[in-house]
């Protein structure tokens, strides 16, 4: 592999960076104040059943959560967040092969924790995806650190999601990035999530195109991207649809942009044929501009 390529390999057995297909990332959503109603697996009946036909059709990472992070969302409990994920981990470790990483979304220490013991009793493999760029609970950098998980951060400067312009975004990376360091943790087990969506009221639509348009600067961190837009705002306001049921032509539009744009993890709720196409599809005309 090229010395200036974005590369890393998760748990030696999932490559992900430049040159290699891009991995899908199914979400399993637990959480009743999503935005995306449905998306949410209140029935976890469903889950066996979704999660192997998210392997089936093509994803290499499942997105567990449980808990809405959108400032509008009615706040839980950690001991809720666990009353519903924990159940759901159960399940998906029963379920799917070993090579699926399971990716849990929490941004707390006792979730972490939690999920990954439940992981460890069936010898699967957990990375962390964490909203607010290590800002909400600093116990959980101590454990990411010291178990060293590989994580997801997402661009966040004081709440989740708020930055607006990617050089912030750049910026705040790189202190995060740089923090972690300095305690030993292992750079290459570092993902970043530039943060679309409406998080905060000043995020218009533009601003997200404007992220989507820029992720070839963010490759100068030197780090897989992961860009998380399936349904959401953004896609609503260009299009004039207020439905996320209705979004997913957009979704799938703004997906095959992010790929040819640099993008290497897609987190979707749609993981089947046409997504995969579609991916596939931007990465050749990427590879041959």
């Known amino acids: 592999m090229e010395l200036d390529r974005i590369y890393c390999n998760l748990f030696n057995f999932l490559e992900i960076g430049d040159k290699i297909p891009t991995v899908i990332m199914g979400v399993i959503n637990l959480s009743p104040e999503s935005f995306y109603k449905g998306s949410v697996y209140e029935d976890l009946n469903r889950i066996e059943h ?9 994803a290499k ?10 400032p509008w969302s009615k706040k839980i409990t950690v001991k809720e967040e666990l009353n519903r994920i924990l159940p759901a981990m159960e399940i998906l470790c ?4 070993e090579d699926i990483i399971i990716s849990v979304d929490t941004q707390y220490k ?10 460890l009793q069936y010898n699967k493999k957990v990375i962390i995806n964490e909203v607010s760029c290590l800002k909400t ?6 454990f990411i650190i010291k178990k060293n998980l590989p994580i997801i951060l997402m661009a966040s400067k004081k709440i989740p999601g708020d ?50 348009n820029s992720l070839e600067m963010l490759r100068k961190l030197r780090k897989p991207i992961l860009i998380a837009l399936s ?22 539009s703004a997906t ?25 599809m931007a990465e050749f005309l990427r590879e041959n501009k």
Not at 256 to 280: F, P, S
């Open 50 to 58: 979704s999660a192997l036909e998210m392997v089936k059709n093509g």
């Open 94 to 97: 029963k379920t799917i092969p």
């Open 110 to 119: 006792e979730v972490a924790q939690s999920t990954l013991n439940i992981a």
């Open 163 to 212: 930055l607006l312009y990617i050089h912030d975004i750049i910026n705040e990376f790189k202190i995060t990035i740089e923090r972690l360091k300095s305690k030993g943790f292992n750079e290459n087990n570092i993902i970043l999530d530039p943060g679309i969506g409406h998080w905060i009221e000043e995020k218009t639509y533009e601003y997200d195109l404007k992220i989507i």
């Open 231 to 252: 349904r959401k705002s953004f896609i609503g306001s260009v299009l004039n649809i207020a439905e996320p049921e209705n979004r997913y032509n957009g979704s799938l």
């Open 137 to 142: 609970d600093p116990s959980l950098e101590d």
């Open 256 to 280: 095959a942009i992010a790929v040819y744009n640099g993008a290497h993890i897609i987190r979707t709720h749609d993981v089947n044929k046409q997504l995969i196409e579609i991916v596939k």
């Open 61 to 70: 990472m499942l997105d567990l959560g449980a808990r809405s992070t959108a």
